[in-house]
């Protein structure tokens, strides 16, 4: 998609949001989680989200009409995206995918995703991530 980004490898073994945003030279607030969630059996939907910040359920349950939701299982995590935990890329998933954007995402003009491969990141513009992922839905789904 001629979309600039920049590859990082950590050192070493990342064990928190903020040293992985040391390391990278961000905030926690620019790293950007994937996180997977089941709405059915074989029926899923990934929320991407700043890093300190956590999903909020009841906010993720009324967006999406469900009462009843999951986080996906490291199992469904690898089966659905391809990728390990710690690695999960909203790019390059093997099959379409609904994308949910957590509008924290939108303050933050350099960020960071993951890769697919773990202690390693993707670093680009928001914009540049947005032009990557094509039609996503923006709306509120955490808190603090």
Known sequence: LNIPYRFFRHPGVVRSLEQAARE???????????????????EYVMVLIAGPRQISWPALRRYLGKTRLTMASEEEVLQVTGYPLGAVSPLGLPCPLRVLVDRSLIDQSEISIGSGQRFSTVILSREDLFRALGEVEMGEFGEY
Do not use: H, T
Request: zero cysteines.
């Open 24 to 42: 990278r030279g961000q905030k926690p607030e620019q790293i950007v989680r994937s996180i997977l969630f089941r709405l059915a059996k074989d």
